[in-house]
């Protein structure tokens, strides 16, 4: 199932990692879904990750950004034609767009449309309840 994670549930699951977005990421870890990206995603996660307010170790993040690389699927992302609330988020809507993701996963679900084409913005906690009850 291929998915796009916004860089918020990476955050998040690092955090915390009894919380579901941590769930969301050890699906990822377990081959479960697989990532998309583009390099502005991975440069978005790279950039965010070593925030020093977050305190996440060089090797923790090299890992993860390793494994990102080496089992998501790199894409090349198609042209969003309209605005976002927030211009940032757009590489993850492209991304999700140019690899037919089922799922765009954020916590900031209010800043994507819904659905569009295959693509379902759902939070951590809807793609959970979705994943499994199919």
Known sequence: MRVVID???LVSALLNPY???AEV???M???KITPCYDVRILFEYIEVLHRPKFKFSKLEINALIDFI???GLLTIALKYPHN????EDLPFLEVALGCQAEFLITGNSAHF????GVTRTVSPSEFVKIYFSA
Request: hydrophobic fraction near 30%; avoid cysteine; aromatic fraction near 0%.
């Open 25 to 27: 990421l050890g699906m």
């Open 69 to 71: 690389k080496d089992n």
């Open 84 to 87: 976002l609330k927030d211009p």
């Open 113 to 116: 449309p819904g659905k569009i």
């Open 29 to 31: 870890l377990e081959d």
């Open 7 to 9: 860089t918020n549930i």
């Open 19 to 21: 919380g579901i977005p």
